[in-house]
């Protein structure tokens, strides 16, 4: 006569299932992701702090490098003698400029338009005893200073 069917939920039971695995597989392959960029968080800082390390102890090797350098050279006035220069100095005929090289002889170079008389007596005085300078830079600059 009347039958009851029973129904068959199986099909429901498995996607259940198959959903709560879905789940499960994204949360961990997020916890991993999360995971490796920690760990290449954490690797990017200690290769930072091993650069500032090795950046630090360049620094010290430099500084002791200078420092053994500053030991090794001459006195002041053998650095002088051994130290190429320009001198512009007062001579009778006007200002002119010298080079001394390495070997401490001085070669005249040429003879400015600079007008001694013209000048201040703390100039004169100044060249008279003569400008000592390190770099064509700074000749070139003192030589504008008074010839215009």
């Known amino acids: 006569m009347f ?3 029973k129904r068959n939920y199986t099909w429901l039971y498995v996607c259940g299932i198959l959903a709560i695995v879905i789940v499960a597989v994204f949360i961990l392959i997020g ?3 999360s995971q490796n960029a920690e760990e290449a968080e954490k690797a990017s800082l200690e290769s930072r702090v091993e650069e500032e390390q090795q950046v630090e102890t360049d620094r010290q090797t430099e500084t002791q ?3 053994q350098e500053k030991e090794d050279l001459p006195s002041e006035s053998e650095e ?3 130290q190429s220069y320009y001198l512009v100095k007062h001579d ?3 200002i002119k400029i ?4 390495e ?3 001085l070669t005249e170079l040429e003879t400015t338009t600079i007008v001694y008389e013209t000048l201040s007596a703390e100039d004169q005085q100044r060249f ?3 400008v000592k300078l390190e770099s064509r830079d700074d000749l070139n600059k003192l030589i504008m200073d008074y010839e215009s």
């Open 3 to 5: 039958s009851q069917k």
């Open 31 to 33: 916890a991993l992701s």
């Open 65 to 67: 490098t200078q420092d």
């Open 80 to 82: 002088e003698f051994y």
């Open 92 to 94: 009778n005929n006007g």
């Open 98 to 101: 010298y080079f001394s090289d």
């Open 103 to 105: 070997t401490g002889k």
């Open 128 to 130: 008279d005893e003569g």
